[in-house]
């Protein structure tokens, strides 16, 4: 009698692994995808905030009159804690400039590139 006793004890604790093993699996997809939208969330967050230095450094220059047609600045972005980020801010003609950003994080990079306006007061119209 004791066998059958034991052939059952051994049913159920293989059950309960697989049960739990599923669970595990489970819960590890839905982390990876949760990783995967945080950081498709930062690289777009990342690229914003570099558009928006690149257009508040362009709209300073165009102020002090520094800007000139075809004129290339490669900014640094070291400092703002956007690991793997480029700006790059081309000036296309009088007032108006093309920046383009890209940010990298999880193996994957966003870039981004925009045409702004810059008034010669150093406002945006």
């Known amino acids: ?16 692994l697989s049960m739990v093993g599923t669970a595990v699996l489970l819960l590890a997809r839905g982390s990876n995808s949760l990783t995967f939208e945080s950081n498709r969330t930062y ?14 450094w ?14 290339v600045a490669q900014l640094e ?15 296309l003609a009088a007032g108006q400039v093309r ?12 870039r981004s590139q925009e045409v702004y306006a810059i008034g010669a007061s150093g406002q945006s119209p």
């Not at 362009?58 to 004129?71: D, I």
């Open 1 to 16: 009698m004791k066998t059958k006793k034991g052939g059952y004890i051994l049913l159920f604790v293989l059950f309960a």
């Open 77 to 91: 972005t070291d400092s703002s804690a956007v690991a793997g980020g480029q700006l790059t801010v081309t000036v």
């Open 58 to 71: 362009a709209q300073a220059e165009s102020a002090k009159g520094a800007l000139t047609a075809g004129q």
């Open 43 to 56: 690289r777009q967050l990342c690229v914003r905030n570099l558009l928006a230095s690149g257009r508040a």
């Open 99 to 110: 920046i383009e950003a890209a940010a990298m994080r999880g193996g994957q990079t966003l």
